[in-house]
């Protein structure tokens, strides 16, 4: 997040990574653990850092024959270092001559991969309106304004019945528990079904769209609290989803968080939902993936919930 | 001025005494503004990052350029 908001907002950067750099953005945990071309090459890269200790997040230059060529990951916010290493690499740089593709085999992935035919949508979030306490530390500053990313898979099964004008409650659990969260300055904990202790959800065919109208309140028994509303338009053409624009928001308090710091009192949180575009961003799981329960179809709090109001 | 002040107030109360009460009220802002406020693209997004080691591999050998490797924990293109 920090990175994001400071290091990789700086247009002369921007351009020299895309200019004269192949940007590789792997997840640590996954890359460490995996017993592939891809996991060898990282640990390979990365034992050669300079530090006698070091967690292995960071930033690396290196050449395609696992040639460190620089490794560090202080300061952060950059201080301009960044640019400095990334100009010297680009004028040193002379590409190996003799370097093996790599095998083509299968990956050794441990994150999770879609079910086949699940459509992927962009999960962006916000705090609009918070206040903070003062603080000297400039990370805290800068990703106060920061937009939280993450990703909902949305499966086949949801598609065709969304395609019959019915919001499936698999779907809106989902998105609910793990995506109505504040992951603005860090790993957030998700909602538990139990938290979930009013819904109401409207779907209205609108010239050829869905319009949805909803509202939740969320409670996890003392810590924290959402109370939001739900609207936006979905939209199918021949079976396929080409719309998915949700915005859920309202009030949300915490009383503390699992990480970084805590806003002062109530504040007002937005989580929008949009149809993921062509950038590889799509292929990163949603971080909820790793719970089991994240494509569950069964003993839905929200099913408990609709079917009451419908009795 | 008058009116802007009075409802100033009023979104401060609705939040302040709330406080306890089961249900609170956020200002009132439209479907189409937050969400054309949040689902953007950002800077960070105008480079194009790889997830797939192979393809960065290829693409390395094949553009003749050095690779650089975004390492955080947590996942750098998503939740972190």
């Known amino acids: ?311 | 001025m008058k009116t802007i002040w009075l409802a100033a107030v009023g979104a401060v109360m609705a939040l302040t005494s709330a406080a306890g009460q089961e249900t609170k009220t956020a200002p009132a802002q439209d479907f189409a503004t937050i969400h054309a406020a949040l689902c953007k693209k950002e800077k960070w997004e105008t480079v194009a990052w790889k997830t797939d080691f192979r393809e960065v591999h290829a693409a390395s050998l094949k553009e003749g350029k050095p690779i650089f490797i975004w390492a955080m924990d947590g996942q750098t293109l998503g939740c972190t």
């Open chain 1, 1 to 311: 997040m920090v990175d994001r908001a400071s290091t990789f907002a700086d247009e002369e950067t921007l351009a020299l990574l895309r200019k004269g750099y192949i940007a590789f953005a792997p997840s640590v945990t996954e890359i460490l653990k995996s017993r592939d071309p891809a996991g060898d090459f990282f640990r390979k890269v990365a034992t050669q850092r300079p530090e006698p200790k070091h967690t292995k997040q960071g930033y690396y230059i290196c050449s395609p024959d696992g040639t460190l060529l620089k490794g560090w990951m202080y300061p952060r916010p950059d201080d301009g270092t960044m640019k400095r290493y990334l100009k010297e690499a680009m004028e040193k740089y002379q590409a190996p001559t003799e370097v093996a593709a790599i095998d083509a085999g299968r990956p050794d992935r441990f994150a999770p991969q879609p079910p086949d035919g699940a459509v992927v949508a962009e999960v962006y979030t916000k705090l609009l309106e918070a206040n903070w306490q003062k603080v000297n530390l400039a990370r805290f500053e800068l990703i106060r304004g920061a937009i939280g990313r993450d990703r909902l898979w949305i499966t086949k099964a949801e598609v065709q019945e969304l395609s019959k004008n019915v919001f499936p409650d698999s779907l809106l659990e989902r998105l609910i528990r793990y995506n109505f969260v504040d992951n603005t300055h860090g790993v957030p904990a998700a909602w538990r079904g139990a938290d979930i202790k009013e819904l109401t959800i409207k779907v209205s065919p609108d010239q050829g769209k869905l319009k949805i109208d909803g509202s939740v309140r969320l409670d996890d028994g003392g810590n924290r609290h959402y109370d939001a509303k739900l609207e936006g338009f979905v939209e199918l053409k021949g079976g396929t989803l080409t719309r998915f624009d949700l915005v859920a928001h309202g009030v949300l308090t915490a009383q503390k968080t699992a990480v970084g710091e805590v806003p002062i009192g109530d504040t007002t949180f937005a989580a929008a939902f949009t149809l993921a575009g062509d950038a590889d961003s799509r292929r990163v799981p949603p971080l909820f993936t790793f719970d089991g329960a994240y494509l569950r179809t069964d003993k839905l709090r929200v099913s408990e919930l609709r079917t009451t109001a419908t009795k």
